[in-house]
């Protein structure tokens, strides 16, 4: 026995002594390629005001975090964002805004599902938010019944049909939405008239965000909760923000997560700063079932 050890030593000796000196480099194998597509609106692209107050695309959205998660477990991962700042639910299907081949964002995104089957391994969607009349980003008393009557009712509707197409392209695909912060509870801060309009517009986002998580699952698409993950209907307890004092709970993460209190000529602006988008990457994480 110990002959036959030290002859199997001696062999693996040798082995290992000839490959060195072949000169052949070690077989590196490269993980397969997959794909993380993202679609909808300025969150889905990534969008941060400048100093100027212009809002421009960064690479730390909410799209850009999920993705470097993801990428940890999956090094062949490639991130492909069409999101589009502004688009709505009519404009995703039409085009108008962004330049997309064939016309659309929704026809690129099908032309891409189609190129790449069985390798798309994640779809993120967000998209209603620009074409509800401001029901989700600037909700006031005035625009409320239109909301209720006219916007909602659309964008459902338009999304229903969004939807049936991506599912046409790509049936079994791992789909996740999110529903909707609500930059108005920022006016919280405007005193009585601005605490209405923010308990009112927590109800209308809470039930706006109910139909469109109903759509989703009607097509086998999981939600983010990225409304619970702001608090969005946390108006209690009081919290200490520094330089905006004690505020309910839900307006100090709007506060704190996004750029809507901010200073001119940099805020007000709706759009999730980089800890927000943090925020809404751990929302989707969690949908995922990655944490």
């Not at 002959?3 to 000796?13: I, T």
């Not at 009349?133 to 006219?150: E, H, I, M, P, Q």
């Not at 609500?182 to 809470?206: C, K, N, T």
Request: hydrophobic residues 45%; positive net charge; contains cysteine.
């Amino acid at each position: 026995m110990y002959r036959v050890l030290s002859a199997l030593a001696v062999a693996a000796a040798l082995a290992v002594a000839v490959a060195g000196c072949s000169g052949s480099p070690p077989v590196r194998h490269r993980p397969p390629v997959s794909y993380y597509l993202s679609l909808g609106d300025s969150l889905a692209q990534g969008v941060q005001p400048d100093a100027a107050g212009t809002s421009v695309e960064t690479r730390r959205g909410y799209a850009d975090q999920l993705y470097a998660a993801l990428r940890v477990q999956h090094p062949g991962l490639r991130l492909i964002k069409l999101g589009c700042p502004g688009e709505t639910t009519v404009t995703m299907m039409r085009g108008g805004i962004c330049h997309y081949r064939g016309g659309s964002q929704l026809a690129a995104a099908i032309s891409f599902l189609r190129a790449h089957r069985a390798k798309v391994s994640l779809v993120t969607i967000d998209i209603g938010a620009n074409d509800a009349d401001g029901c989700v980003t600037r909700l006031t008393f005035a625009n409320f019944a239109s909301c209720l009557a006219k916007s909602v009712p659309q964008v459902t509707a338009n999304l229903t049909k969004i939807l049936t197409r991506l599912r046409q392209a790509d049936p079994k695909g791992r789909v996740i939405a999110m529903s909707y912060y609500l930059p108005a509870l920022a006016q919280w801060r405007d005193g009585l008239a601005g605490q209405a309009v923010a308990r009112v517009s927590e109800l209308a986002i809470a039930g706006y965000n109910i139909l469109l998580n109903r759509v989703y699952q009607t097509h086998g698409v999981r939600v983010a909760n990225v409304f619970g993950a702001f608090h969005t209907s946390d108006f209690a307890p009081l919290v200490t923000v520094p330089g905006f004092g004690r505020l309910p709970r839900n307006v100090a993460a709007i506060c704190q997560w996004t750029w809507e209190c901010a200073a001119p000529p940099r805020g007000p602006n709706v759009h999730a700063n980089p800890v927000g988008y943090q925020v809404i990457a751990g929302a989707f994480l969690r949908a995922d079932g990655a944490r």
